[in-house]
């Protein structure tokens, strides 16, 4: 172990542990939103108590993520204070828009929608949450577009040993960005869909509420089969334009070896120790050419080539990622996504039968679907990470090259081990506290109720 690898596994677990959180609140911002939208425009008071049941549990969530997620910014200057001085003139620009612009509209509009109820008219508290949701949108757009510089650069110059950002219009439609952006909304309503009907089921099977959930399961069942298709639409993009900006990546996610036309696709592989050595796979013919092009034909790299380029081109080097990692990270990806589609359209062949009489028993295992969307995301941005390395910056800076100077192992060690336990602590907190006030009767679901002072002096 050395500072660099154990600074690369700090990010990475303090990464995962907040985009656990990040998702949900994306998608379930929204529904929210809807609902309260429902009952101001109707007047129906059960719109309203689902409100309140589904915003107390997106505030526990929304709690959780900024609390994690402010760690991230600090390592940039404590373990990556070289990449930071990098690209910290092109890295500034985002991050201070999504403070400034972002973070102040959630924080304050939540505030308001909080504390905010029969003490501000209906429509300006539907309006907070609106803006509430908004804002978490336009946070993940700015961090998203920072993100997708790192994959593939573009609106800058070289002065000096540091990027200097000369086209601020290139940045912001750097389609890297952008398609990483709107795989991540769309993830995050299937993310909240799920979330929304595994909970409805659980109420709806215990008969608690059941015709009031049959609300919050129908609109997470409809939202649910929509988004799982934007995801993988969106992700069918991403790969064609990860084949073009970071070839060696989409080979790696492929294991593909040798550039083949047509190309085949790896069901599943064996990989050596090393994970950058196949020993056997399982491929169908055409099927990856077809992926890429619609047709059964069309050239792909393989990763051998692409070092060969890449070697000319940088130096020398290995500039082979952990192929073993992103193969199947890519698959579990795909094969949750999957999963997750048949669920979607299951919940609505139950609308569509118009809840057969067996409906309680049809439903009652939905609730361990939750966790499906999570682990379809954490491999994600795993399979997003680990593809584009050697590189912190593709083409531009390599990873150990963006290290903080004079790091030891020692004091590495304990950020890392502090930074686990307490994101373990936070973890289950929150699955505690999600756990509490999903199972909780709705009729109870004053907001109010996660703060210990109700009066009007808060």
Not at 134 to 163: D, E, K
Not at 364 to 391: C, D, F, H, M
Request: proline share 4%.
């Amino acid at each position: 172990m050395d500072p660099i690898i154990l600074s690369r596994l700090q990010f990475a677990i303090t990464t995962i542990y907040h985009f656990f959180f990040v998702p949900l609140t994306l998608g379930l911002g929204y529904f929210v939103a809807i609902l309260e939208t429902i009952y101001v425009r109707s007047g129906d008071e059960n719109y309203k108590r689902l409100a309140k049941f589904w915003g107390k549990l997106f505030v526990i969530n929304f709690a959780m993520g900024v609390v994690t997620g402010l760690v991230q910014e600090f390592q940039f200057g404590m373990n990556w204070s070289v990449f930071s001085r990098y690209v910290g003139d092109i890295f500034g620009v985002p991050l201070a828009l999504d403070s400034l612009l972002a973070f102040f509209l959630e924080s304050v509009f939540l505030g308001v929608w909080i504390f905010g109820w029969d003490r501000v008219s209906k429509g300006t508290h539907a309006m907070a949450i609106w803006l509430v949701a908004i804002g978490a949108s336009i946070s993940g757009f700015w961090i998203l577009i920072a993100n997708g510089f790192m994959q593939h650069p573009v609106g800058y110059v070289l002065n000096n040993g540091r990027l200097e950002l000369v086209d601020f219009a290139a940045l912001i439609t750097n389609a890297r960005g952008w398609l990483l952006f709107l795989h991540t909304i769309s993830a995050g309503f299937v993310t909240a869909s799920f979330f929304m009907l595994g909970i409805s089921a659980y109420h709806i099977f215990h008969k608690q509420n059941a015709q009031l959930f049959k609300k919050s399961f129908q609109m997470a069942a409809i939202v649910g089969f929509i988004s799982t298709l934007m995801v993988g639409i969106t992700g069918h993009f991403q790969g064609d334009q990860l084949r073009e900006v970071q070839p060696m990546a989409a080979a790696a996610s492929e294991a593909l070896w040798e550039t083949a036309d047509p190309a085949p696709f790896s069901v599943i592989a064996i990989f050596d120790s090393s994970g950058k050595e196949e020993v056997w796979s399982l491929r169908i013919p055409y099927a990856l050419s077809m992926l890429y092009f619609l047709k059964p034909e069309g050239e792909v790299e393989g990763i051998n080539d692409i070092q060969k380029e890449y070697e000319a081109k940088y130096g020398p080097g290995d500039y082979v990622p952990p192929v073993a990692l992103t193969f199947w990270m890519f698959r579990i990806m795909v094969g949750a996504g999957l999963l997750l589609v048949a669920v979607a359209a299951y919940a609505l062949f139950l609308l569509w039968k118009k809840w057969p009489d067996n409906w309680s028993r049809l439903i009652k295992w939905l609730v361990w679907i939750i966790p499906l969307p999570y682990i379809a995301n954490t491999a994600g941005w795993i399979l997003t990470e680990s593809a584009r390395q050697p590189w912190i910056v593709h083409g531009l800076l390599k990873t150990q090259e963006g290290i903080s100077q004079n790091l030891t192992v020692g004091l590495v060690s304990l950020s890392l081990i502090s930074f686990s336990l307490i994101y373990a602590i936070l973890m289950i907190l929150d699955i505690y506290l999600l756990r509490k006030y999903a199972k909780a009767d709705p009729s109870g679901s004053d907001i109010l109720s996660l703060v210990p002072d109700k009066s009007d002096n808060i």
